[in-house]
Antibody, heavy 119, light 107 residues
C-alpha cells in the first residue's frame, strides 16, 4: 500500500529552523517526483517545493533561499529543511507524490505536520 | 504564474441534490487540472485528474468536465459524506503548481 507519513513539525520562534520528514512506503522516493504543499490555518493550499526524480529542485518564491528539499534513498524519506522561519510560514505541511512526473496531479498525500512559528 | 479561481466560495445544497462547482484558470491549462476533496482535519484526497478522469475508488456521482480555462466538478446526488471543501489545481504550467482558493460545500 502506498503511504506517506510526515513528522518533524512543532513550535519554533521566528528566525528559527525546522526539518520536516516524509517517510514513504509502497514506492521508492528517488524514482518519483515529490512535492511539499502547505496550508495556513483556515486557508487554501499553497505549493512549496518539488524535487524531480533526477534531483532538480524548485521552490515557491515565498520560500526560495530559505527552504531546501532533499531525499534519502537509504531511508526512502523526503525532507524539507526550513530556515529563517517567519510567522507567515505557520501551516500544516503535506508531502505528496506526483503520479506522472512534472505535469501531474498529486496522489497520495501524507496526513500533514503542523508548523507553528511564534514568539 | 497561472491564477486559478473557484466559485462560489460557499455552496449550500441539500442531500440528494446536485452540486456544481466551478474552476477558472487565467490562461489555458488544456486538461491538466485536478480536483481534491478535503474534510476537516484530513489531508486532501484526489477525486479527478485530467479534468475528467475519476481517481481510483471515487464514486461515479463525481464527474469533472471542461478544458482550456473553464472547468466544472459535478456531484450528481449529494451524500452526507460529500460535504467538505473542494480544491482545483492546475499542473500544466509549473512551477509553481497553483490551486484555487476552494469551495466549501455545506448543507
Amino acid at each position: 500500500d502506498v503511504q506517506l507519513v510526515e513528522s518533524g513539525g512543532g513550535l519554533v520562534q521566528p528566525g528559527g529552523s525546522l526539518r520536516l520528514s516524509c517517510a514513504a512506503s509502497g514506492f521508492t522516493v528517488i524514482t518519483n517526483y515529490m512535492t511539499w504543499v502547505r496550508q495556513a490555518p483556515g486557508k487554501g493550499l499553497e505549493w512549496v517545493s518539488v524535487i524531480y526524480s533526477g534531483g532538480s529542485t524548485y521552490y515557491a518564491d515565498s520560500v526560495k533561499g530559505r527552504f531546501t528539499i532533499s531525499r534519502d534513498h537509504s531511508t526512502n524519506t523526503l525532507y524539507l529543511q526550513m530556515n529563517s522561519l517567519r510567522v507567515e510560514d505557520t501551516a500544516i505541511y503535506y508531502c505528496a507524490r506526483h503520479r506522472v512526473g512534472g505535469t501531474s496531479w498529486f496522489d497520495p498525500w501524507g496526513q500533514g505536520t503542523l508548523v507553528t512559528v511564534s514568539s | 504564474e497561472i491564477v486559478v479561481t473557484q466559485s462560489p466560495a460557499t455552496l449550500s445544497v441539500s442531500p440528494g441534490e446536485r452540486a456544481t462547482l466551478s474552476c477558472r484558470a487565467s490562461q489555458s491549462v488544456t486538461t491538466n487540472l485536478a480536483w481534491y476533496q478535503q474534510k476537516p482535519g484530513q489531508a486532501p484526497r484526489l477525486l479527478i485528474y485530467g479534468a475528467s478522469t475519476r481517481a481510483t475508488g471515487i464514486p461515479a456521482r463525481f464527474s469533472g468536465s471542461g478544458s482550456g480555462t473553464e472547468f466544472t466538478l459535478t456531484i450528481s446526488s449529494l451524500q452526507s459524506e460529500d460535504f467538505a471543501v473542494y480544491f482545483c489545481q492546475q499542473y500544466n504550467n509549473w512551477p509553481p503548481y497553483t490551486f484555487g482558493q476552494g469551495t466549501k460545500l455545506e448543507i
